[in-house]
């Protein structure tokens, strides 16, 4: 069955340091993997995608996801977090033409 | 990557009542999909949308509480039919380009059933 798995419900981090955001998913076929961010009361934004190429994608906001096939990950990183990226973060899977299964979500907070 | 105008953005409703909900999308996509976001909730997919076929529904879902119009390619609708306080969510629209670039999502219509 497809599932996604984001293992960290919450994270809190300093405003500057670094992030990283889990994702780990179980797919059977060659997967499309996507990070969106929900800011409160908004709609979904698409950070980044992969679907096929190098490994490491390069997002808006300064983030970027590092597809492992051999650890079916997709981590996603920001190098200095910003007060604005307090949000929360889902992780999903799918294929052309299929329905994308999510991850719960991680809300990460952003301390001063 | 096709832009999607999904309306009302949030309405508040009384129990037993409908509501409809609009996706307008500014391209041609083939495959048109409903979520619906339960509050404090990941994104659950109540069914897909086809064009000129009947909605394909994922368990869980039934037509008669979500039916879905998809009369072309740039347009649908989902309808909360007699609702109730247990419906109250966020119900957002996605979209599959024809390029396969991707899945959009409107930016949802917040519901509240009172």
């Known amino acids: 069955a497809q599932s996604v798995t984001q293992p960290d419900i919450h994270i809190t981090v300093s405003e500057g340091a670094s992030l990283e955001l889990r994702c780990n998913y179980s797919?059977?076929?060659?997967?499309?993997l996507f990070w969106y961010v929900q800011s409160p009361g908004q709609g979904l934004q698409l950070l980044l995608k992969y679907f096929s190429g190098d490994t490491l994608v390069q997002g808006i906001k300064g983030f970027e996801a590092e597809f492992k096939r051999s650890q079916s990950s997709f981590n996603l990183r920001k190098p200095s977090v910003h007060w604005s990226d307090a949000a929360e973060y889902f992780c999903a899977v799918g294929a052309y033409g299929n329905k994308l299964v999510f991850g719960a979500g991680t809300i990460l907070r952003v301390k001063s | 990557s096709a832009v999607i105008s999904q309306k009302p953005s949030r309405d508040i409703c009384q129990r037993g009542t409908s509501l409809t909900i609009q996706c307008q999308v500014d391209s041609q996509v083939t495959m048109m999909f409903w979520y619906r976001q339960q509050p404090g909730q990941s994104l659950t997919l109540i069914a897909t949308a086809n064009q000129g076929s009947e909605a394909t529904y994922e368990s869980g879902f039934v037509i008669d509480k979500f039916p879905i119009s998809r009369p072309n390619l740039t347009f649908s609708t989902l309808t909360v039919s007699n609702m109730s306080p247990e419906d109250s969510s966020i119900y957002l629209c996605?979209?599959?380009?024809?390029?396969?670039?991707?899945?959009?999502f409107g930016s949802g219509t917040r519901l509240t059933v009172v």
């Open positions: 797919y059977g076929a060659t997967p499309y």
């Open positions: 996605s979209v599959e380009a024809l390029e396969g670039y991707g899945y959009t």
